[in-house]
């Protein structure tokens, strides 16, 4: 069965809200001051522009991303579907920080076009409908040298069968159904391939994929060992000023 594009987004961002009050263990993000937060913080500072620069954290779940952006100099908004998610970010983070948070669809985020030099996303293209329109609308909010950055993870194995109906006991295993899936066409990428090819039919230029080798462990995809930025460029039009 082909579920309704708005009926998929529902169940993902259900999912998403009930999940969110245990979202920040260490299986999913580090805490301030640990070694593993000074390797995110290396890895994002990388994937980055100089600062300060406008930067849009889609799917920014409870602010991890948003916030070491913000640390790092950056003016950062981040926008997510859940609400649960959202009102976790809004409390981890302090007044002094430089974050903007409210609704959005990271599908087609919602602000005019050239509105920041860089758009960045961690453990979010999986669970995204229509990656392609994603990497288009991205590449419309950027300003001319802005970059994209998506942190990301490989299955080196097919896909498990999701249950049958019957079966499905965990929260999981009800909103990431066959159906669900069918909708989410980055959600097991065995190769950077199909990813590059998106990022350059947006118009995205320099497209290279990184290996976060000091973050080692932390992406859950099935079987992959580390997470990989993908980073492009929306080009310099020629004879334009930029911006
Ligand atoms: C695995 S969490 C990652 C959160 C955060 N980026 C991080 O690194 O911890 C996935 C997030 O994507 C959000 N999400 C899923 N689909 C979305 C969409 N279409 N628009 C905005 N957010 C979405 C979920 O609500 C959830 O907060």
């Not at 066409?185 to 590059?196: E, K, R, S």
Request: glycine letters at 10%; charged letters at 20%.
């Amino acid at each position: 069965m082909i579920m309704a594009d708005d009926a998929v987004q529902k169940l993902i961002t259900s999912f998403w809200n009930q999940v969110a009050p245990g979202y920040d263990e260490p299986a999913n993000v580090a805490a301030p001051g640990t070694a593993a937060y000074a390797d995110w913080r290396e890895a994002i500072g990388s994937v980055l522009p100089g600062s300060p620069a406008e930067v849009l954290d889609v799917g920014t779940g409870t602010g991890f991303v948003a916030r070491i952006a913000a640390e790092l100099g950056h003016r950062v908004t981040g926008i997510d579907l859940s609400e649960g998610m959202l009102a976790r970010a809004r409390a981890a983070t302090g007044a002094e920080a430089s974050v903007a948070y409210r609704v959005g669809d990271a599908v087609a985020p919602p602000f005019p076009a050239t509105s920041f030099d860089a758009v960045i996303s961690r453990s979010v293209l999986w669970t995204l409908r229509k990656p392609g329109q994603a990497f288009r609308n991205w590449f419309t909010l950027l300003r001319q040298a802005g970059q994209v950055a998506v942190i990301y993870g490989l299955a080196d194995r097919p896909p498990p069968q999701s249950a049958a109906p019957e079966q499905r006991a965990g929260l999981f295993q009800r909103t990431y159904t066959d159906e669900t899936r069918a909708a989410l066409t980055a959600m097991y990428l065995d190769d950077h391939g199909p990813l590059i090819e998106l990022a350059e039919a947006a118009g995205f230029a320099d497209v290279t994929v990184r290996p976060l080798t000091r973050l080692t462990g932390w992406e859950n995809s099935p079987g992959s060992a580390l997470p990989y930025a993908l980073v492009g460029y929306r080009p310099v039009e020629p004879g334009t000023a930029r911006g």
